[in-house]
């Protein structure tokens, strides 16, 4: 049994097999009370957030996952619609039915699990940046104690520095202290775009957020900023939300990307976007 297996069974999910396949047949017509909008496959999703998400000079929501949003939404007769939201608040959006599903990056942990359902569909870790030339000397994870530390509010990032969520007892902080050094000084912000601006202007000291996206933005502005030589965190599964009191929604996602990875059109995307080590749904045996 390999990590991510043990880690889907830690938290209770089945993961979605390429060989198990669906043809566009085998997708569930999903019923008008379990969508916001009938005809619609309304997609909550923060953004900027690349390569997930990006934002066009019009303010449309574009990337791989609008792009895989359309796709899945073709498959269930439906048309999609990305809405940005705030990372901090999409749970609470998805269940006020502002939208159909989340998407855009979304770890599956076992603390989310207890109020939405995440169909894994692809995976990311955490990674930390510094400024250029790396001022601050940042080697190991002990270094960041007493740091100045941005991280994005309710992700998990904040839950890797306290301690929280399924680093519960395993945090940054907890390691600091019991060596008898200072805890982190954890800067929160809603974007991620602002958790990597702190650190290029000086606020933070070192940022912590998805491997993908730290990469991305550090090789647009490699005048200011590098990737640490601490390294990035395990990579961990991530997940398209929807609640509970959607059955149907839940079964007909999970039916459209296996048929996307069956005709090849999931491994294209990830492609497409030069993030093919995301696409956790690839040669599950």
């Known amino acids: 049994m390999n990590l991510r297996t043990i880690l889907f069974a830690s938290i209770g999910l089945t993961p979605i097999f390429a060989a198990a396949g669906a043809s566009s047949q085998d997708i569930p017509k999903i019923p008008d009370n379990e969508l916001v909008e009938p005809g619609k496959f309304v997609v909550c999703a923060d953004a900027p957030v690349p390569p997930y998400t990006l934002v066009a000079d019009d303010g449309a929501i574009k990337g791989m996952d609008a792009e895989l949003a359309d796709k ?52 990311d870790g955490q990674n930390f940046a510094v400024r250029k030339g ?21 992700t998990i990032g904040t839950d890797a520095i306290v301690g929280g969520g399924d680093h519960a007892g395993k945090g940054f902080n907890q390691a600091c202290t019991s060596a008898g ?25 070192i940022s912590i957020v998805d491997s993908s996206f ?30 509970f009191d959607r059955p149907a929604l839940k079964a007909g996602v999970e039916a459209a990307l296996s048929a996307l990875v069956k005709s090849g ?20 045996h």
């Open 214 to 243: 730290t990469s991305v933005y550090v090789g647009e502005h490699s005048d200011l900023l590098e990737i640490s030589p601490i390294g990035a965190q395990e990579p961990s599964p991530q997940g398209i939300g929807i609640t």
């Open 134 to 154: 790396n001022p601050k000397n940042f080697k190991t994870t002990m270094d960041l104690c007493g740091a100045k530390v941005a991280t994005q509010t309710g």
């Open 181 to 205: 050094r200072p805890e982190i000084q954890m800067l929160q912000y809603a974007q991620t775009t602002d958790v990597l601006l702190a650190v290029a202007s000086g606020q933070a000291d």
């Open 265 to 284: 059109e999931y491994k294209s995307t990830f492609e497409k976007y030069n993030y093919l080590e995301g696409a956790y749904l690839l040669n599950k």
């Open 72 to 123: 899945i939404a073709g498959l269930l007769g439906l048309k999609a619609e990305v809405r940005k939201t705030v990372f901090n608040t999409i749970i609470a959006a998805l269940s006020s039915r502002k939208c159909d599903v989340i998407m855009g990056a979304m770890n599956i942990t076992a603390e989310r699990q207890k109020v939405i359902t995440q169909v894994p569909y692809a995976q």
